[in-house]
């Protein structure tokens, strides 16, 4: 059966055609024991796959990925979605050639309205929560499913100008939970109605198609 997905832990610097440039550097960083944040990378052939089975991730990659998410867990102890310990990734896009203007960074991954409540409490800072989910509500629409940011900015600037302030940092936790709001309004509205993913998975796979495309 093929590999499709590497721990970072299991590839190295030679591995730059099947882990592209920035999965081998994350790789030989691991391997020589600095302090790199664990992950996985999903291998350029699993791309290639993609593309043969007509824009699909097949059942054995999703299953590898699948996998991969649980070792993640097990590894930090974080768990997808969780009411006490979430696990919250970033997703990057590489290739096996440096290649300007490739897809931004989805940070937060993995934040929903429970795990953002959970953020919250725990950290006893609810406005840096709700800022983390309104941006991540961005990122991902704009990056995973390209709703022009110009379409967020805007609703930004209305509650500034509504709340009489000047900069992003002067609003609340409640402004910021109340745009989070707002912008998954946009995000539905895009997507015909349907609402922003609420399951870490289902948010997962869509940003992995968004780096494959």
Known sequence: MTKWVYLFSEGNANMRELLGGKGANLAEMTSLGLPVPQGFTITTEACTQYYEDGREINDEIQGQINEYIVKMEEITGKKFGDKENPLLVSVRSGARASMPGMMDTILNLGLNETVVNVIAEKSGNARW?????????????????EVPKSYFEKIIDEMKE??????????????????????????????????????PKDQLMGAVKAVFR
Do not use: H
């Open 162 to 199: 509504a709340k009489g302030v000047t900069y992003d940092t002067e609003l609340t936790a409640d402004d910021l939970k109340e745009l989070a709001e707002k912008f998954k309004g946009v995000y539905k509205e895009a997507m015909n109605g349907e609402e922003f993913p609420q399951e």
């Open 129 to 145: 929560a709700w800022d983390c989910y309104r941006r991540f509500i961005q990122m991902y629409s704009d990056v995973v499913m």
